[in-house]
């Protein structure tokens, strides 16, 4: 069974940092693309950034500088590093994967398998 399982996140103070991870089981992480999406109380979930088979990269404007997607096949699991917080960061992340290369890197429709996400609070 196709399985997707985020770690790491938590209550941080602006300007910190946190390391999100999203662990694959089931099938091989590194034949999909992957993308990190967030959804805030009240607002439509948005892209994060995405990461397809050959490493090319895609950030939403508000985290470029900030958060670096990254993936490490042997473990199978892609990570989100989130630099420099800020409270308009605080939502609940989530990360998916999609085989469906056509409609391009970051379309949140195109993205079948999704994990159950994990709170970030960004605070002081």
């Known amino acids: 069974q196709l399985q997707l399982v985020e770690s790491g996140g938590g209550l941080v103070q602006p300007g910190g940092s946190l390391r999100l991870a999203c662990a694959a089981s089931?099938?091989?992480?590194?034949?999909?693309?992957i993308g990190w999406f967030r959804q805030a109380p009240g607002k439509e979930r948005e892209r994060v950034s995405c990461i397809n088979t050959g490493g090319d990269t895609n950030y939403v404007d508000s985290v470029k500088g900030r958060f670096t997607i990254s993936r490490d096949n042997a473990k199978n699991t892609v990570y989100l590093q989130m630099n420099s917080l800020k409270p308009e960061d605080t939502a609940i992340y989530y990360c998916?994967?999609?085989?469906?290369?056509?409609?391009?890197?970051?379309?949140?429709?195109?993205?079948?398998?999704w994990g159950q996400g994990t709170q970030v609070t960004v605070s002081s």
């Open positions: 089931g099938f091989n992480l590194g034949n999909y693309y």
């Open positions: 998916a994967a999609t085989g469906r290369f056509r409609f391009g890197l970051c379309i949140i429709a195109a993205y079948d398998y």
